[in-house]
């Protein structure tokens, strides 16, 4: 089946625009995970959804960021007023349930703030 | 919070050789260990992984230990090919909340 799917895969932005990444997971996973990897790190957490909620924000590093998952499937991440900090790879990953282990990552959408 | 540290950050084999990559992790309360081979381009992909009430696990090539006493988990890649080229992590987990920490990853190097 299809494994999890994130677009745009690139995304080039400005300083101070506002910009929306979006995650599908797999079918019939009710968990969901953001990360962020910044070059020769590795991901780091952001947040992480169980159904439609955020079960824990606790890695969005500041206000500019916020993600919804309005009806337990498709995620997006939103990143308000860019800065050039903010390049970096942004990971989603999906899992059966919370307290499945095994998490799926898709190919994450590398962000660019010019 | 948990905090992983991994070890060499680079590795480079000869075809054949074995290649170890060694974690500690700080948390006690972790009880999942996974490891992901990621490549260019790519998300990071399980390879292995083992649970807390466990010491070894083995699957063909790749192996993984853990010691719960010392906190560290180590991986084994016997017979290493050109392949097994790439980036690898660690992270560490508790069952029951929904993030993993990573280590900083080692890029291993097999050349042929």
């Known amino acids: 089946g299809a494994g999890v799917s994130q677009t745009p895969s690139n995304k080039v932005t400005e300083k101070g625009k506002y910009v929306e990444l979006r995650c599908d997971p797999i079918?019939?996973?009710?968990?969901l995970y953001w990360y962020r990897q910044s070059l020769g790190q590795g991901p780091e957490f952001l947040i992480y959804?169980?159904?439609?909620?955020?079960?824990?924000d606790s890695g969005l590093p500041n206000d500019r960021f916020f993600a919804v998952r309005p009806e337990g499937s498709v995620s997006t991440l939103k990143i308000q007023r860019t800065e050039r900090g903010d390049s970096a790879v942004y990971l989603c990953?999906?899992?059966?349930?919370?307290?499945?282990?095994?998490?799926?990552f898709g190919p994450g959408t590398r962000l660019t703030v010019l | 919070g948990e905090n992983v540290e991994q070890h060499p950050s680079t590795l480079s084999v000869q075809e054949g050789d074995s290649a170890v990559i060694k974690c500690t992790y700080s948390?006690?309360?972790?009880?999942?260990f996974p490891w992901y081979k990621q490549e260019l381009g790519k998300g990071p992909q399980l390879i292995i992984d083992?649970?807390?009430?466990?010491g070894e696990k083995k699957d063909q090539r790749i192996a993984v230990t853990l010691n719960k006493t010392a906190k560290h988990f180590s991986l084994h890649i016997t017979e290493t090919q050109p392949e097994d080229s790439a980036v690898y992590f660690c992270?560490?987990?508790?069952?029951?909340?929904?993030?993993?920490?990573f280590g900083d990853g080692t890029t291993l190097t097999v050349k042929p």
């Open positions: 990953a999906s899992s059966f349930a919370i307290d499945s282990n095994e998490q799926f």
């Open positions: 079918s019939g996973h009710t968990a």
């Open positions: 959804f169980q159904g439609t909620g955020a079960a824990d």
């Open positions: 948390d006690s309360a972790s009880n999942y």
């Open positions: 083992i649970r807390s009430n466990v």
């Open positions: 992270a560490a987990k508790w069952t029951n909340a929904g993030k993993s920490t």
